[in-house]
């Protein structure tokens, strides 16, 4: 009888609620519990300070790298959807793809709101500034100038486990 009374109290959902298992970047699933990937072909990478600066899907595009006030460096990224809901966290891991190092931290994340980082209506959006992508992993331009770097951008729906993926290739530039 005991038996039955937990799995009651299971299936009705009483008890404490499970707290998801949270791992950083390889915890974002690009699947559900059934395979089913979040596909969004509308979600797009770009780059620029000011205004969006389209990365190419199919080439390698130049991409300045920055090196900022407080002494790090850092790529600018800004993301559009057609189709994904207007609160999202974002997340970016950089490969330099000569020596394969992840140069920033793919776990550090990004919380966007529609009127808060994002702009547009919902399903319909772009980033309202430009994302900053810190390489925090290097220490001079020596070590990415002229390298062709992928950057992956994770935009996962908040409360959703399952994260639509945009990828781009590009090669660092020092125009300083």
Same mark, same amino acid.
């Given at each position: 009888?005991?038996?039955? +009374?937990?799995?009651?109290? $299971?299936?009705?959902?009483?008890? =404490?609620? *499970?707290?998801?298992?949270? *791992?950083?970047?390889? *915890?974002?699933?690009?699947?559900? +519990?059934?395979?089913?990937?979040?596909?969004?072909?509308t979600l797009e990478l770009g780059a620029?300070? $000011?205004d969006w600066e389209p990365l190419s899907p199919t080439a390698v595009t130049p991409s300045e790298l920055i090196h900022?006030?407080?002494g790090g460096y850092h790529l600018f990224g800004r993301l559009r959807s057609m189709r994904l809901p207007d609160a999202v966290q974002v997340t970016f891991r950089v490969t330099d793809l000569t020596s394969g190092r992840v140069l920033n931290n793919?776990? =550090?994340? @990004?919380?966007?709101?529609?009127?808060?980082g994002l702009s547009g209506a919902p399903g319909a959006w772009a980033t309202s500034n430009a994302l900053l992508i810190i390489l925090e992993r290097i220490m001079g331009? +020596? =070590? !990415?100038?002229?390298? #062709?770097? =992928? @950057?992956? +951008?994770? !935009?996962?729906? $908040?409360?959703? #486990?399952r994260a639509a993926r945009v990828v781009r290739r590009v090669r660092v530039v020092d125009k300083t």
């Open positions: 009888m005991r038996g039955w +009374a937990l799995l009651l109290a $299971l299936v009705m959902g009483c008890g =404490e609620p *499970a707290t998801p298992q949270d *791992a950083g970047l390889d *915890a974002l699933r690009l699947d559900d +519990a059934d395979g089913n990937a979040l596909d969004d072909p620029g300070q $000011l900022g006030p407080q793919p776990d =550090e994340r @990004i919380t966007l709101r529609n009127g808060r331009p +020596a =070590e !990415v100038v002229g390298h #062709v770097v =992928e @950057i992956e +951008a994770f !935009v996962r729906p $908040l409360n959703d #486990v």
